[in-house]
């Protein structure tokens, strides 16, 4: 009987990492791995964590195995000997793919959390009360966004952070995105140009239609076309909501006439899932270059490594979230100098900036490393606002970085 469990586990093991491709190309990577093999495909999903767009029926079975209930519908408690092997998502597990052009989670090591244990008692009972409202959510068949999943519940009363935590290690956990457990998330993300968006259900939606100050990004777009007549040269992300807005309205408008581009921003603070997946669309959808326009501190230099290389938040689940062609055009830290006097760098700064220089893949890129080295030996940094002392919007100044660059 055993030897019979053992091959069923081993064939739903095979037939898992045989679905790697078809899950890259429904992520939008397929051209990417045309070339190869279904064996190094194989080797790829032994080596990493990589999460699936995985069904409630698939995800419950993988909650009852992770908890030990005896049915699918049982009420998940925090009992005495329940433990969890979570596998740990630090820097030393995670590791740039070549092949897969992103930031990847090695599998292997795990950490051990038992209700039991004094030292991991409450982060077990973090992790079992929201697998318990994840699985009443699947149950039911609803839909909601982590802030309302575990509302009321005592354990979170310190902050969502708690929650969008625990998350992190059961999408881990579980090797499922937060899709699979019924959660969508709200956007901060916002675009502007003349583009049409074409709805999964065949409802057709014209950018401008959305707002003239620029619309909120949404999932579900399954197709994206250039407005009849325009023309889009190359798409522009820029840090912050406003410095967006500093773009897109007022005398921005004639930014948009005169470069023809598009553009995008993930907000305030590192973007979100939903609009890195929307960067990726339109890049691929309308095969033009793609540029960055971020503040010249340590977060900056961030937003835009996430954008490039993926989010070392959630290593496991990058397929179809970055755009490796992406170029930073500045702002450069020595370029804002040259305006105004900089900000020093605070403990948090140099310590984010330590950790990008621990990273080789964001070493091997020489113009990031000459700028993360130039801002620690300077100790200072700046913001993209600096630019806007001289001109506003810095049309001047994103003209002449653009015509630096080769692919336009």
């Not at 009992?79 to 052009?101: H, N």
């Not at 675009?191 to 619309?215: K, Y």
Request: negative net charge; hydrophobic residues 40%; proline residues 4%.
């Amino acid at each position: 009987m055993a030897a019979v469990a053992e091959t069923t586990v081993e064939a739903a093991a095979e037939g898992k990492r045989s679905d790697l491709r078809s899950f890259l190309a429904k992520r939008g990577v397929a051209v990417d791995i045309a070339e190869v093999d279904d064996q190094a495909l194989k080797e790829l999903d032994k080596k990493y964590i990589i999460a699936r767009d995985l069904d409630a029926d698939t995800v419950l079975s993988k909650i009852q195995n992770v908890v030990g209930l005896r049915h699918k519908e049982d009420s998940i408690v925090a009992y005495e000997g329940l433990s969890y092997q979570l596998p740990s998502r630090g820097l030393e597990q995670q590791e740039y793919e070549p092949l897969l052009r992103q930031l990847c989670l090695r599998r292997g090591k795990v950490d051990s959390c038992a209700v039991s244990d004094p030292k991991t008692s409450r982060w077990a009972k973090v992790i079992t009360a929201v697998l318990s409202a994840v699985q009443k959510q699947l149950l039911c068949g609803t839909r909601t966004t982590s802030h309302f999943l575990c509302y009321g519940e005592k354990l979170f009363e310190k902050g969502q952070k708690t929650v969008d935590d625990a998350l992190l290690d059961i999408c881990c956990l579980l090797e499922c995105t937060r899709k699979s457990l019924n959660l969508y998330h709200v956007s901060e993300g916002m675009v502007i140009g003349p583009v049409i968006f074409t709805r999964e259900d065949g409802v057709v939606i014209p950018c401008s239609s959305l707002g003239p100050e620029g619309a909120f990004i949404q999932r579900g777009f399954s197709k994206i076309t250039v407005t009849p007549g325009a023309e889009v040269k190359f798409i522009l992300v820029v840090q912050g909501a406003s410095v967006f807005d500093t773009f897109a309205v007022g005398r921005g408008g004639q930014f948009l006439r005169e470069f023809s581009c598009v553009i995008v921003t993930g907000g305030d603070g590192q973007p979100d899932m939903t609009t890195r997946a929307f960067l990726c669309k339109l890049k691929d959808h309308l095969s033009v270059p793609v540029y960055a326009l971020v503040c010249p501190d340590p977060e900056g230099l961030s937003i835009f490594c996430t954008y490039k290389y993926g989010s070392p938040e959630g290593p496991f689940d990058n397929v179809g979230l970055t755009v490796p062609d992406i170029k930073w055009i500045g702002v450069h830290l020595g370029d804002a100098l040259d305006i105004e006097d900089g900000l020093p760098l605070t403990k948090e700064d140099i310590s984010i900036l330590e950790g990008l220089c621990a990273k080789k893949y964001v070493m091997g890129d020489e113009l990031l490393r000459m700028n993360i080295h130039f801002m620690l030996y300077r100790g200072l940094k700046s913001k993209i606002e600096a630019l806007f002392y001289r001109q506003y919007p810095p049309t001047d100044y994103i003209r002449k970085e653009i015509n630096n660059q080769e692919d336009i």
